[in-house]
């Protein structure tokens, strides 16, 4: 199974600031279409996960452009521009590359 | 607007199967694949398996000698089959698809 690493486990961001958060993978998700299967997902307290980036860089619809995704095929940044009190959560990136499809441990956004 | 709802019995005896319905709406299941993903309480998520606008289906290889997954394209809805349920299947299953549109997940308790 790919193995999805994520760094840190907790983030503490002023509102306004900045955050990143990485994901490694045990495995290249790029694929020979030349697409990095990747996504990101923010779990907010006591909802369901909500897709923020898909295929590494691809903004989900209706997401804030204050989101981005970029990376290599085995090393991934989530960027959040302007930390907002509406994007504390949890954070998970996932592989959509192969069966079974996996996730990172995840990563828990709070405001300072 | 893409829906999606997951049904089924809040509690399972131990060796006992878990039946659940995902009804969906705003989206045909003979063009969008549906996945099943579980989060036991307080844990990350784990994808189950999925089943594709075809209507073959994969599954985590963890889960596969127990697990089924159907479906009935005219009731637009989406069954999960797990049997010889263990305590350690305790989790919140959600049913979503693709990824991007999630339901709000159904609490699962195993234990007598």
């Known amino acids: 199974d790919i193995v999805m690493t994520q760094a840190p486990l907790s983030v503490s961001v002023t509102p306004g600031e900045s955050a990143s958060i990485s994901c490694r993978s045990s495995k290249s998700l790029l694929h020979s279409n030349g697409i990095t299967y990747v996504y990101w997902y923010l779990q907010k307290p006591g909802k369901s996960p909500q897709l923020l980036i898909y295929?590494?860089?691809n903004l989900a619809s209706g997401v804030p452009d204050r989101f981005s995704g970029s990376g290599s095929e085995t090393d991934f940044t989530l960027k959040i521009s302007r930390v907002e009190a509406e994007d504390v959560g949890i954070y998970y990136c996932?592989?959509?590359?192969?069966?079974?499809?996996?996730f990172g441990a995840g990563t828990k956004l709070e405001l300072k | 607007q893409v829906q999606l709802k997951e049904s089924g019995p809040g509690l399972v005896q131990p060796s006992q199967t878990l039946s659940l319905t995902c009804t969906v709406s705003g989206f045909s299941l003979t063009s969008n694949s549906v996945h099943w993903v579980r989060q036991p309480p307080g844990k990350g998520l784990e994808w189950v398996g999925a089943i594709w606008s075809g209507g073959s289906t994969d599954y985590n290889s963890a889960l596969k000698s127990r697990l089924s997954i159907s479906r009935d394209t005219s009731k637009s809805q989406v069954f999960l089959k797990m049997n010889s349920l263990q305590t350690e299947d305790t989790a919140i299953y959600f049913c979503?698809?693709?990824?991007?549109?999630w339901g709000q997940g159904v609490m699962v308790t195993v234990s007598s």
């Open positions: 996932g592989q959509l590359l192969e069966n079974p499809y996996t």
């Open positions: 979503t698809r693709g990824t991007a549109h």
């Open positions: 295929r590494m860089s």
